[in-house]
């Protein structure tokens, strides 16, 4: 476990990280976060592959419609008083096992007031050794952070993490809500040409179609508003991380100074950590290799100025 101390740097958070604990830890909250994931698959396909279903159903035979309209209304109430709560359960756990994470690489102590009591080891345990004997060799679980980081001193190369977590988080999610509004507007396209190739009236069109949509529309619009204010939570964030480095680059801090700095900053990672919504699995994948290039070259540049500027913090 790393400790903030003038003599340490970030090759302790290099060398930790890809350790047995760290790596248990990385495991564990990867099989939280894909139990929060697969529930959310159900909500989604409920909502938006279940109301294009239905939508069909009513369209074509009119005496179903009534059913289809019981269906969305189910579906929204199931949707929103039990998926959603089971979902977010299992979110907060995932965020808490990552900021355990987080906190012993960067020697910062457990916000009981943000994070709550932090995860039994049993749990840690529990849900670790799931996910390795599903994936034993899970590649993306080392090297966390990136080797730039190593000749900084440690309350810095915390810094350059934070940073790239919130860079990290900003990315992705700008990239997945572009795909998700593309989706949208051709939902919506399609249901137009729909009702304009059927010759439905307005009222078939509100009952038949739209009724039966309603669900699938309205977990898209509210997953785009969530994924939106997400993404702009991280990148200002992310501004502030760099206003921070930039003025501590000019001048350096007191060690407690940064160290208080650091410790704000990590809360609110884990915050947002706790409530943002979720990002499928495939996303992540889509775009790995991409974003691993780019912070890994951010981080680089960072370092190499950070680290011609001190020789401690």
Not at 28 to 44: N, P, R
Not at 89 to 105: I, M, N, P, Y
Not at 126 to 154: N, V
Request: glycine share 6%; proline share 4%; net charge neutral.
């Amino acid at each position: 476990m790393s400790t903030m101390s003038s003599q340490a740097t970030g090759s302790e958070i290099i060398r930790c990280q890809n350790d047995e604990r760290h790596r248990l830890l990385l495991a564990a909250f990867s099989e939280a976060y894909g139990h929060a994931k697969t529930i959310l698959a159900i909500q989604v396909a409920a909502t938006v592959g279940g109301a294009v279903l239905a939508s069909v159903v009513s369209a074509n035979w009119p005496g179903t419609k009534s059913w289809t309209v019981l269906y969305a209304v189910a579906v929204s109430l199931i949707d929103t008083f039990v998926l959603e709560r089971m979902q977010a359960r299992f979110r907060k756990l995932g965020s808490q096992l990552q900021e355990l994470f987080d906190g012993e690489l960067f020697g910062l102590s457990w916000n009981q007031f943000a994070a709550d009591d932090p995860p039994t080891p049993e749990e840690i345990a529990e849900l670790g050794e799931a996910f390795l004997q599903k994936i034993p060799d899970a590649a993306w679980l080392r090297d966390w952070y990136p080797a730039e980081i190593h000749a900084l001193p440690l309350s810095y190369a915390v810094l350059v993490c934070q940073r790239t977590n919130c860079w990290w988080d900003q990315r992705l999610r700008r990239r997945y809500l572009i795909g998700l509004v593309t989706l949208l507007m051709i939902l919506a396209g399609g249901l137009t040409v729909y009702g304009l190739a059927r010759h439905v009236t307005l009222e078939q069109f509100f009952l038949s179609v739209l009724a039966p949509l309603w669900p699938a529309l309205l977990w898209g619009f509210r997953e785009a508003f969530k994924q939106h204010d997400a993404a702009e939570s991280a990148g200002k964030l992310r501004t502030q991380v760099e206003k921070l480095w930039t003025r501590y680059v000019e001048q350096p801090p007191p060690a407690d100074e940064l160290r208080w700095e650091l410790q704000a900053i990590q809360t609110e990672i884990q915050r947002g950590r706790a409530n943002r919504p979720l990002v499928f699995n495939w996303v992540h994948r889509l775009f790995r290799s991409r974003h691993q290039h780019l912070m890994q070259t951010g981080a680089a540049d960072i370092a190499a100025r950070l680290q011609g500027n001190h020789s401690g913090a």
